[in-house]
């Protein structure tokens, strides 16, 4: 049994360079949600998909971030232009649609200096 | 939106000792509230969960207990273990998406 991946585990990038993360969910989960971690806080939801449907983004969700999970596997985050305040963990979890229970990826870690 | 608050930020106990965190919300709607561990380096692990249609719920050394009227909700973790020693958070969600508010956390220290 494989839980949630993500990769990379870390990424460090320059100011205003784009950067991809992927996440693989727990296979026959329909169910995708991505969070971002800051130091000393709990995880902030992103957005949620719901198969290939991205059902609902938070308003933290910029115009510089984009998710997409095309055939509703994988999902890939990608951020355009970063900026120092991208630095943070991103965390990905998967649920099954029966259930409720979120299970957590290991996280991306970003720096951008 | 959903605010969830926790406390204590940070919590010290002798190894055998009982940690309790505590946990309030303010949207009355919420129905589900999971409490996560996440350990250094690691993403956040489900340690367990109550729907708003249960009072207490209780795993081996673990126990929620929510108080629906009074919107709060806490963990009691009994025993205490070195390896109990991580982040815990507390979040409540709303039946449909799920999508959990989290609290700020509660550093967990269990000294041997």
Not at chain 2, 5 to 13: A, C, I, R
Not at chain 2, 22 to 34: G, L, Q, R, V, W
Not at chain 2, 101 to 107: I, N, Y
Request: charged content about 20%; proline content about 5%.
């Amino acid at each position: 049994d494989t839980g949630v991946s993500q990769d990379p585990r870390h990424k460090i990038t320059k100011r205003g360079q784009n950067v991809t993360f992927r996440c693989d969910p727990i296979s026959e989960h329909n169910r995708l949600y991505w969070y971002r971690q800051t130091l000393g806080q709990g995880p902030e939801f992103l957005t949620y998909f719901q198969n290939e449907a991205q059902l609902e983004k938070s308003r933290l969700l910029s115009d510089r971030f984009s998710a997409e999970r095309p055939k509703g596997s994988f999902s890939t985050l990608e951020i355009q232009r970063t900026e120092q305040g991208d630095s943070a963990m991103y965390l990905c979890a998967s649920r099954p649609g029966a259930g409720y229970e979120q299970y957590f990826g290991p996280g991306t870690r970003l720096t951008v200096t | 939106g959903e605010n969830v608050e926790q406390h204590p930020s940070t919590l010290s106990v002798q190894e055998g000792d009982s940690a309790v965190i505590k946990c309030t919300y303010s949207d009355s709607a919420s129905n589900y509230f999971p409490w996560y561990k996440q350990e250094l380096g690691k993403g956040p692990q489900l340690i367990i969960d109550i729907r708003s249609n249960v009072g207490e719920k209780k795993d081996q050394r673990i126990a929620v207990t929510l108080n629906k009227t009074a919107k709060h909700f806490s963990l009691h973790i009994t025993e205490t273990q070195p390896e109990d020693s991580a982040v815990y958070f507390c979040a409540a969600s709303l039946g449909g998406s799920y999508i959990p508010t989290f609290g700020r956390g509660t550093s967990l220290i269990v000294h041997p």
